[in-house]
T-cell receptor, first 119, second 113 residues
Framework: GAGVSQSPSNKVTEKGKDVELRCDPI?????LYWYRQSLGQGLEFLIY????????KSGLPSDRFSAERTGGSVSTLTIQRTQQEDSAVYLC?????????????????FGAGSRLTVL | GQNIDQPTEMTATEGAIVQINCTYQ??????LFWYQQHAGEAPTFLSY????GLEEKGRFSSFLSRSKGYSYLLLKELQMKDSASYLC??????????????FGTGTRLLVSP
């Protein structure tokens, strides 16, 4: 598609439930990122996928969080047994790999985010 | 470690000039980005600096000093629509091809008439 698409845009869930957030990156972008933005905070890196390489999961806050990327395109972020502190906007972004695209800057294009509220 | 500092909030008047500073300390450095984020919307790319100096793009300019770990975003002829958060991000590259962007907390700019 023309941009990065995320769904759902809003999700309200009860504490302890599992949630899945979906990201559909820009066609041709081989790098995909998940960030989390809590109210009044900066963007917190969660996980990074690059082509067929093993993802960098160094930002995942706990083992309740996992993500996968199927067929090098769509990605799903799963949060198990949600807690209230998981409430945030989850942003997905995609880009070309380093060395490709605009002047090698590899600009990230963000989706509009999925706002998660855990009651 | 990684540390990126920006002022939390700034105010300015329509038509004025404002400078938003960003200082960083990261284990690796391969470029600095500025993003604009309107409330409730996705961040959008504004500028990129990898070498020292000033990059100008219309009303917006961005400066980088790698030796000082310092950047600023300069906004000229401010308009009401410039009211937004401005995010400074450093590309912290530990190995070829991996490019994690580390973001600061952002500076909320309020432009008043």
């Amino acid at each position: 598609g023309a941009g990065v698409s995320q769904s759902p845009s809003n999700k309200v869930t009860e504490k302890g439930k599992d949630v899945e957030l979906r990201c559909d990156p820009i066609s041709g972008h081989t790098a995909l990122y998940w960030y989390r933005q809590s109210l009044g905070q900066g963007l917190e890196f969660l996980i990074y996928f690059q082509g067929n390489s093993a993802p960098d999961k160094s930002g995942l806050p706990s083992d309740r969080f996992s993500a996968e990327r199927t067929g090098g395109s769509v990605s799903t972020l799963t949060i198990q047994r949600t807690q209230q502190e998981d409430s945030a906007v989850y942003l997905c972004a995609s880009s070309f790999l380093m060395g490709q695209g605009y002047s090698g800057a590899n600009v990230l294009t963000f989706g509009a985010g999925s706002r998660l509220t855990v009651l | 470690g990684q540390n990126i500092d920006q002022p939390t909030e700034m105010t300015a008047t329509e038509g004025a000039i404002v400078q938003i500073n960003c200082t960083y300390q990261t284990s690796g450095f391969n470029g600095l980005f500025w993003y604009q984020q309107h409330a409730g919307e996705a961040p959008t790319f504004l500028s990129y600096n990898v070498l020292d100096g000033l990059e100008e793009k219309g009303r917006f300019s961005s400066f980088l000093s790698r030796s000082k770990g310092y950047s600023y975003l300069l906004l000229k002829e401010l308009q009401m629509k410039d009211s937004a958060s401005y995010l400074c991000a450093v590309r912290d590259t530990r190995n070829t091809g991996f490019q994690k962007l580390v973001f600061g907390t952002g500076t909320r700019l309020l432009v008043s008439p």
